[in-house]
């Protein structure tokens, strides 16, 4: 059992930036892929990021590649999601999601493990 907590969601101009955390808890962080996804009321939950348990591999969604930088710190068993130049269109509700270590990561059924979300609203 591996439990998820987001945080680091807000309010902010188009342009800025946004820092989200997740912190992990119970059965070894690195045994895990990470991802993050968001969902838009009314749409399917969409694929934003994942990472690799060492963290050497990546793959964003077209939407964010070149905005967003998923990391993770193993030591600290947390993931990041720096987000830059951010877009109105970007406001969801972000999810911090664990899975396993075989998986690509960009479906939803590729995790376990989500977190309750963290809300970003994007100013126009």
């Known amino acids: 059992q591996v439990q998820l907590v987001e945080s680091g969601g807000g309010l902010v101009q188009a342009g800025g930036s946004l820092r989200l955390s997740c912190a992990a808890s119970?059965?070894?962080?690195?045994?895990?892929?990470m991802g993050w996804f968001r969902h838009i009321p009314g749409e399917e939950r969409e694929f934003v990021a994942t990472?690799?348990?060492?963290?050497?591999?990546?793959q964003y969604a077209d939407s964010v590649k070149g905005r967003f930088t998923i990391s993770r710190d193993n030591a600290k068993n947390t993931m990041y999601l720096q987000m830059n130049s951010l877009k109105p269109e970007d406001t969801a509700v972000y999810y911090c999601?664990?899975?396993?270590?075989?998986?690509?990561?960009?479906?939803?059924?590729?995790?376990?493990?989500w977190g309750q979300g963290t809300q970003v609203t994007v100013s126009s």
């Open positions: 119970g059965r070894t962080f690195i045994l895990y892929r």
């Open positions: 999601a664990a899975g396993s270590a075989t998986k690509v990561g960009v479906r939803t059924n590729d995790y376990d493990y």
């Open positions: 990472i690799n348990w060492s963290g050497e591999s990546t």
